[in-house]
């Protein structure tokens, strides 16, 4: 099966930097994803590691070390509207659906 | 346009009833997906249908079942409904199952309360 493992709970001030950090256990590895849901909201599509390395989109970049079986999402220059929930997620065994993890609430203080 | 639209967005009901999600995608995509997201905000797979062939069904009661009358559809029937089948329910699409790139595409949610 699957599992992934998330912080629950990240603070952090405006214009800061934060990294959210993910570690999996799967039996067939096809990629990390990452997603953004606000409280209320739909999760949204952030990024995709397929590949060992840093990803940079923006504010937000995405590592993937699959030796490790661990990943982060880190986030740049915070801003308040970056306040949500973000989520981890790998394919299942078959690839035919995304397991989440359980999600890490970010809160931006000003 | 709404690319993953889902009705209704809010249910409320009484334990017992039935009730049914419709879910419908204007993407092209060819894989749905249902997935009931509770209060602590774990999210769960429930259902996956591939171009309307049931391709994944996770452990889920007998209650809940899915119906795909075309690839752009995915609706859940939910019958003798329980307290705990409280939650937000999503709709997703991808293009040719989630191993491809990541993606999926989330509707709004449904988010059911019973009574």
């Known amino acids: 099966g699957q599992s992934l493992e998330q912080p629950s709970e990240v603070t952090a001030v405006e214009g800061a930097i934060v990294q959210i950090n993910c570690t999996y256990q799967t039996s067939g590895f096809y990629g990390l994803s990452w997603y953004q849901q606000h409280d209320g909201g739909a999760p949204t599509f952030l990024s995709y590691n397929a590949l060992d390395g840093l990803e940079e989109t923006g504010r937000f970049s995405s590592f993937l070390s699959r030796s490790d079986s661990y990943g982060y999402l880190l986030l740049q220059e915070l801003q308040m509207k970056d306040s949500a929930s973000y989520f981890c997620?790998?394919?299942?065994?078959?690839?035919?659906?995304?397991?989440f993890g359980k999600g890490t609430t970010l809160s931006v203080s000003s | 346009d709404t690319a993953v639209s889902q009705t209704p967005k809010y249910l409320v009901t009484q334990m017992g009833n039935d009730k049914s999600i419709k879910c419908e995608q204007n993407?092209?995509?060819?894989?749905m997906y249902w997935y009931k997201q509770d209060s602590k905000k774990f999210l769960k797979i429930m259902f996956s249908y591939n171009n309307k062939e049931l391709i994944i069904n996770e452990t889920v009661p007998n209650r809940f079942s899915p119906k795909s009358p075309d690839k752009a559809h995915l609706n859940l029937h939910i019958n003798s409904l329980e307290l705990g089948d409280s939650a937000v329910y999503f709709c997703?699409?991808?293009?040719?199952?989630?191993?491809?790139?990541?993606?999926?595409?989330f509707g709004e949610g449904s988010r059911l309360t019973v009574l």
């Open positions: 993407l092209g995509h060819d894989t």
């Open positions: 997703a699409s991808s293009q040719a199952g989630a191993a491809n790139t990541g993606e999926l595409f």
């Open positions: 997620a790998v394919c299942n065994q078959a690839g035919t659906a995304l397991i």
